[in-house]
Structure formats: structure tokens, C-alpha cells
């Protein structure tokens, strides 16, 4: 978890989040997800390369988290709290409230070619196995 800088003010709070200073990267893209209908789930992936920070900028959410080997689901319910995601950890957004608006900071742009869609490729790509059962580690 990645504790933002707040700005209390009388008249609305401020929360920033600098690349490179609060996340340890460069912020490539940035896109949110909102008006997800009950019970419905986003994520399902991991990357090969891009590093993410997922806030829920208003309502909550919960993200599950997987580096292969280890499994934590976060509920994130402030704007002031990121959740940083590096590089190879499967991701699954899910019960999200009504209303709510997640908002993510990417280290790259879209690239098709980095994900993995697959959560038993992911894993075998973790854990070295090309899919042949040889180490490639």
C-alpha cells in the first residue's frame, strides 16, 4: 500500500501522486474504470513489464493480488491510499460499490503483447517453465 500525499482544506481535500517521487515509476497512462454493474469482476491478468498504482478514487473495491506462489486481496476504500502493483503479479478487481470510479497509473502504454491472460501461462512463466516442463530460469 502506497500511503498519498494529503492536502486537508475547508473548501475539499487535494491528493497528487508525482511519478518516479510517490511510485517508483514513470506514470506512461493513466485510464479509470466505472459504472462496473454489481458482481462483475475486471482484471484477470498480469504483465510482463507494466507496473500499475490502483486507487479507488470514490467508493471502494477489492484487488487480489498474486505473485504465483502467494494470494492477498486489499479492499481500498480511501483516495488518499494506492495499491502498487509491480511487474508479474496477477491482478482481479472485484465488489466494487455503486458509484465507485477506480482509478489507475500505468508505467507503459497499452501493450497486448505484455499481458498474461492466462493464469496457469502466468504462473508457469513465474515459476521458469516454458511449457515443456524445462527450467528456463
Known amino acids: 500500500m502506497v500511503d498519498l500525499p494529503r492536502i486537508a482544506d475547508p473548501r475539499g481535500n487535494l491528493t497528487f501522486v508525482e511519478g518516479s517521487n510517490h511510485i517508483p515509476f514513470d506514470i506512461a497512462r493513466v485510464y479509470y474504470l466505472y459504472d ?35 494470494r492477498e486481496r486489499f479492499f481500498l476504500n480511501r483516495s488518499y491510499y494506492g495499491l502498487y502493483i509491480p511487474r508479474m503479479v496477477w491482478r482481479e478487481l472485484d465488489d466494487f460499490s455503486s458509484g465507485s470510479v477506480c482509478l489507475v497509473l500505468a508505467s507503459r502504454p497499452y501493450e497486448e503483447e505484455d499481458y498474461f491472460r492466462d493464469y496457469g501461462a502466468f504462473v508457469a512463466a513465474k515459476h521458469g517453465d516454458n511449457g515443456t516442463g524445462l527450467d528456463t530460469a
Open 36 to 70: 462496473v454493474p454489481g458482481g462483475e469482476g475486471r482484471g484477470g491478468h498480469a504483465h510482463q513489464q507494466l507496473q500499475q498504482l490502483v486507487v479507488a478514487a470514490s467508493g471502494s473495491l477489492d484487488v487480489l493480488v498474486d505473485d504465483g506462489t502467494h
